[in-house]
């Protein structure tokens, strides 16, 4: 196995650091495990996190050899949950100057069996036989939460042959790489050899001096060979306390071995023999530790300061942006598009000043202060720009017993809410005025839809339950064969099927008493499916919630246009999209910010609300004449009144 470290032209950046780890078995008990390979790339570096990178392997490679009774995959993970209790715990402490800037991968190979993950902006390829592979286009790393940090997820692991050559790339790298074929020009390497492709990079010279960032590359080969390491374009030397230091420690050691000075004697001045008393070894050690000491208080102080100054400039920048904001608020009556510009300028304000907010309490109390004032005056502005209400103590309209019926999903009629539990038996009805029951019935229901004072519940694959004047009746679905039905809606009695998979709406017209005709595709043939998303709702035209909480709008079997949401709190992770026909609003739950959000149907905010007591949002539920909102919260039934 041959590895090679390019680093493209480190120390071009200021606030850009990066580097590669490579680390082979020492010992019998390491080899279990295999050989560690690891590359970082850290953006706006303040000057406490010179030495992020170098730490943060350190963690990984420590915890990776000490784990050596069990597979390369296992060690693996369990050094990566130690690398994300290491960078809670700082972020925790208040350094989250990271988050956001990092960019690192891990490799582990034994025997040509790999395993690898990545965080940030990093690409791995797999070049063989001539041609180059993607390989982690399926690592879906999952979006991290500040506490508990996760930035470590996922692992994907293969088997790789002799010849093969693996690259993991920067991005500015990896985009230079491709631009110019590279990776396509190395893969035709036939031998690989080190000349050869250095002959390759040697040809995009001029290109190559003008990036920075690293490409590893692993050579898949029987014999072991030493790694080679090439800095393109060399960085200056380092400030090194050991440099300029040395010379005086070994002053201080041949004095230590002469303990003995004398002076020669001159009769004619009669000057007796005098001898200078022997030098403590353990007095000049400690002259030594208190010299250092003192230089690293003065050097942590220096150090402090300029931290400080760059927060200040920090700090004032943002007054900036705010100080623009305000002016665009003052024009936001005669000029529509000035409160647009205020909502982004305000937006990034809010971004920029939450890693401050974070270290306030570490900072002077004057300076600190000045921080959390500001933050105060752009949530206000945020708050009020993005019609978001924050509710203290919501109306509570209903508590369940646990022991009587847990719900899951809801649905609600212009007289009743109805609730049920894929996971459970039984139906749950509560009226508008408080008073509820259990309805017996032996079924699990998936989803439900109100059809006047009716409901339907969709019970997978076809079946169908309605519920009217608290009778039963029972239909089913004519089926589509290979399609699996994931969510119901309807519109004037018409039930619409939403098959996520296929990102196909399957209609199914309404006959009479509660039957529904044969199933018919929705979409044109010729048009884009709605594969990427996560809800529907009909209203004559079909609203789509997408998995990147944008909504597309479909009308006549077509996708007309795609609403990307504008507003503060940015979307996380909208779970459910829901309107009626009668209303001219779209609704949003989002359990992961404890929040409901109103649209009008253009994309524009009307309302939202959020509350720290809307903990486990499950599902919600609309009035008839959208004035009132019913959100479930776990065992909980909260009241919203427009």
């Known amino acids: 196995m041959q590895i090679f470290e390019f680093h493209f032209n480190p120390k071009t950046k200021e606030d850009l650091i990066f580097d590669s780890f490579c680390f082979e078995p020492e010992n019998i008990y390491e080899k279990r495990v295999g050989s560690l390979y690891m590359l970082g790339l850290l953006k706006n570096v303040l000057p406490q996190n010179i030495r992020f990178l170098e730490r943060l392997a350190k963690i990984i490679k420590e915890k990776f050899y000490s784990s050596t009774l069990v597979k390369p995959e296992k060690s693996l993970k369990n050094s990566l949950k130690e690398a994300n209790d290491f960078l809670e715990n700082i972020a925790k402490r208040g350094d989250v100057s990271w988050l956001g800037n990092l960019s690192f991968g891990v490799i582990s190979l034994k025997s040509f069996e790999l395993n690898f993950t990545k965080v940030g902006d990093l690409k791995f390829l797999l070049l063989r036989k001539g041609g180059v592979l993607d390989i982690d286009q399926k690592l879906k790393l999952e979006d991290f939460e500040p506490y508990p940090l996760k930035i470590f997820g996922n692992i994907i692991s293969g088997k790789l042959a002799e010849n093969d050559i693996l690259l993991a790339l920067t991005k500015e790298v990896y985009e230079t790489f491709q631009s110019q074929n590279i990776p396509n020009e190395i893969a035709k390497i036939k031998p690989f050899d080190e000349k050869k492709l250095g002959e390759v990079l040697k040809v995009k010279n001029d290109l190559l001096s003008k990036i920075s960032g690293i490409c590893l590359l692993i050579y898949l080969s029987k014999e072991i060979a030493v790694g080679k390491r090439e800095t393109i374009f060399p960085q200056p030397r380092e400030f090194s306390l050991k440099e300029i230091f040395s010379p005086i420690v070994i002053r201080i050691r041949g004095l230590i071995k002469k303990p003995r000075l004398e002076f020669k004697k001159f009769p004619q001045l009669k000057i007796p023999k005098f001898t200078f008393p022997k030098l403590n070894k353990n007095l000049i050690l400690v002259l030594v530790l208190i010299f250092f000491l003192a230089l690293g208080w003065v050097l942590t102080q220096r150090e402090e300061k300029q931290?400080?100054?760059?927060?200040?400039?920090?700090l004032e920048k943002i007054q900036e942006k705010v100080n623009q904001a305000k002016t665009f608020l003052i024009l936001k009556e005669t000029k529509p598009q000035a409160k647009k510009e205020a909502n982004l300028l305000l937006k990034e304000s809010w971004e920029e000043i939450s890693p401050l907010s974070e270290i306030a309490p570490t900072l002077p109390s004057d300076f600190s202060n000045r921080i959390l004032s500001l933050k105060e005056t752009i949530s206000k502005n945020l708050?009020?720009?993005n019609k978001l209400v924050i509710i203290e103590e919501p109306e509570l309209f209903f508590e369940f017993n646990q022991a009587e019926f847990v719900p899951q999903k809801m649905a609600a009629s212009p007289n009743r809410l109805y609730f049920f539990n894929a996971f459970a038996e039984n139906l749950f009805s509560l009226t508008k005025e408080g008073v509820g029951k259990v309805i017996p019935i032996n079924k699990k229901f998936n989803d439900a839809v109100t059809l006047g004072d009716s409901a339907v519940f969709f019970e997978k694959p076809d079946q169908l339950t309605i519920l009217k004047d608290d009778q039963l009746n029972f239909s089913s679905l004519q089926l589509l064969s290979d399609f699996n039905y994931d969510s119901l809606s309807s519109y004037k009695s018409n039930l619409y099927i939403f098959a996520r998979k296929q990102g196909e709406i399957i209609k199914y017209p309404y006959l009479e008493e509660f039957q529904w005709g044969s199933p018919q595709f929705w979409l044109a043939p010729k048009a884009k499916k709605?594969?990427?998303?996560?809800?529907?709702?009909?209203?004559?035209?079909?609203?789509?919630?997408?998995?990147?909480?944008?909504?597309?709008?479909?009308?006549?079997?077509?996708?007309?246009?795609?609403?990307?949401?504008?507003?503060?709190?940015?979307?996380?992770?909208?779970?459910?999209?829901?309107?009626?026909?009668?209303?001219?609003?779209l609704y949003f739950l989002e359990p992961e910010q404890n929040r409901i959000v109103i649209l009008n149907k253009k994309g524009e905010i009307v309302k939202q609300f959020q509350s720290e007591k809307f903990d486990n949002l499950l599902d919600f539920g609309v009035s008839e004449n959208g004035k009132t909102i019913y959100l479930l919260n776990g065992l909980k039934v909260y009241q919203i009144l427009l």
């Open 530 to 585: 709605a594969t990427n998303s996560k809800s529907m709702v009909v209203d004559g035209s079909i609203w789509i919630l997408n998995k990147d909480n944008s909504i597309t709008k479909y009308y006549g079997g077509w996708p007309k246009e795609t609403i990307t949401l504008d507003i503060f709190p940015s979307p996380k992770n909208f779970s459910k999209i829901f309107t009626l026909p009668n209303l001219p609003y």
């Open 383 to 385: 708050y009020q720009l």
């Open 307 to 314: 931290q400080l100054e760059i927060y200040q400039a920090t």
